[in-house]
């Protein structure tokens, strides 16, 4: 089925217009990249922004947003008699436990791993590579006795994905497919898988603000959908309430979102009797139960608590229970907002003579230096890539310049707009959106975003007589974004 809300303006629902222009303004200010946005009510839709080049149809990394379909699939499994809450981990996977476990371990049961209480200090790290992950998570010191202290633990949601593979006899994601995606009509998303064939469940789905919307809609329902109840309501008294504090000494977020409780993979919220699926950067999908309301946003940000501080104040803060009087002018505005909504492009004048010296130019790039695909996955990539990069050249249109690289695993080039705008494109068969401008007067750049990711790269190219200076950044501001390489200059020669 495809869901698609009815369209009405935010009056109409208790919510004010200008209260939602708000938001999207303070974001703006606040550096806050949106991507999509979309706010429903009464299960009707006053708000569907999505900013070019995204779309609403394209699948983006939800980082530990996952975390909440994989405590979907426990419900599941719990649902059809398969799996207890009190069932201990050691019981499910005797074959990965130590000669002599301790008494925290022995104790470690489906509730302290879905409320991520369940005894350890320190996380495993090197889960995504090693096949023995499993036994190194057992063996990791259980510390605390398990259900008593809270620790951000994705290889512990990764463990109850792995669970569900046990219990079930299939993957988290072929599991959920006929109970969930497929009644949602949620097309049936990637997922990373990790070394030993389980799924990533604390980080690894891609959805698209699509998809999103649907799990909000089936959150606010308690798991009906379309007059059927496909996971039962109680599950969500337990799952989607306060189970545990979040405050401990293994974990010390002052933030006050992150401060207020945990259930079964969600997060309390400052407004009462709010939760939420919440992701890296800034996915979300924030319900709304007393407002018979949810929110669904994805988005990148180095502060996620801006986000969610802003909504506070703007959107939830106007909902009422009556209808506001109409608002034609603010109405009118947020049309415009939702039609013109793009990232800002790159745009500059171009030095046609330069562009003509370096036509077709090759660059050879420096020793084991890593392939196109690399540098340009973004934070959020997932994949794994060893190839390296040979050479480059360039090629400039009537409003492009394009790239050529040509390494280990062949050639390939990305394409970028000198107009103004993004141009869109596959390369290694994944969506791209670039844009350049020339920002000196023998300095080129290209941002480059992969649409599946959060975010992209810039890649500064200087041209120096017979050297080409590539300075790689990440368009996240940060020393290294989730799963992206690290920011790194390069110096080409010409061949």
Not at 55 to 69: A, C, G, H, Y
Not at 95 to 111: R, Y
Request: proline fraction near 5%; charged fraction near 20%; include cysteine.
């Amino acid at each position: 089925m495809n869901y698609v809300p009815e369209s009405v303006t935010p009056e109409s629902l208790g919510i004010s217009s200008k209260a939602i222009l708000e938001f999207l303004k303070r974001a703006k200010e606040q550096s806050i990249e949106l991507h999509a946005v979309n706010v429903v009510r009464h299960d009707k839709r006053c708000l569907n922004i999505c900013y070019t080049p995204y779309t609403n149809e394209m699948p983006q990394i939800m980082f530990s947003f996952s975390k909440s379909l994989t405590s979907t699939a426990i419900g599941f499994l719990e649902q059809e008699g398969l799996l207890t809450t009190d069932e201990k981990l050691i019981d499910i996977f005797p074959e990965f436990a130590p000669e002599s476990p301790s008494e925290n371990l022995k104790k470690c049961d489906v509730f302290s791993l879905l409320t991520m209480t369940c005894g350890h200090k320190d996380e495993i790290r090197d889960y995504a590579d090693d096949p023995e992950w499993i036994r190194k998570f057992m063996a990791n010191e259980f510390v605390y006795a398990p259900g008593t202290s809270y620790m951000y633990n994705t290889a512990g949601t990764n463990v109850l994905a792995a669970i569900v593979r046990k219990k079930s006899g299939l993957r988290m994601t072929d599991y959920l497919t006929p109970r969930f995606f497929e009644p949602l009509g949620i097309p049936v998303p990637h997922m990373v898988t990790l070394a030993d064939g389980n799924d990533l469940g604390g980080a690894g789905y891609y959805l698209s603000p699509d998809d999103q919307l649907k799990f909000g809609r089936f959150l606010l329902a308690r798991g009906a959908w379309e007059g059927k109840q496909l996971l039962r309501s109680e599950w969500f008294d337990r799952a989607a309430t306060r189970q545990v504090s979040t405050v401990s000494e293994s974990y010390d977020n002052p933030s006050p979102d992150w401060s207020l409780g945990y259930g079964f993979q969600y997060w309390m919220c400052q407004p009462e009797n709010v939760f939420r699926a919440d992701g890296a950067y800034g996915q979300f999908a924030v319900i709304m139960p007393d407002q018979d309301a949810f929110v669904t946003i994805t988005s990148t940000s180095l502060d996620s608590q801006r986000i969610l501080n802003i909504l506070w104040d703007t959107v939830v803060a106007s909902m009422r229970d009556e209808a506001y009087p109409e608002d034609p002018e603010a109405q009118s505005e947020l049309r415009d907002t939702v039609k013109n909504a793009a990232l800002a492009p790159l745009y500059g004048l171009r030095p046609y003579s330069l562009e003509e010296e370096i036509r077709q130019v090759n660059y050879a790039a420096p020793k084991n230096m890593p392939s196109l695909k690399t540098l340009i996955g973004g934070a959020g990539s997932l994949f794994r890539d060893e190839a390296v990069l040979r050479s480059i050249a360039l090629s400039f249109g009537a409003g492009t310049v394009t790239l050529t690289a040509e390494g280990s695993d062949g050639t390939h080039s990305v394409t970028a707009s000198l107009a103004g705008d993004f141009h869109r494109e596959e390369i290694y068969g994944l969506p791209f959106a670039s844009t350049a401008a020339w920002i000196g007067e023998n300095t080129l750049l290209l941002e480059v975003r992969h649409l599946n990711a959060t975010g992209g790269a810039f890649l500064c190219l200087k041209f120096n007589g017979d050297r080409l200076l590539l300075d790689r950044r990440a368009t996240i501001p940060a020393s290294r974004g989730l799963f992206d390489v690290p920011n790194e200059g390069y110096t080409f020669e010409r061949a």
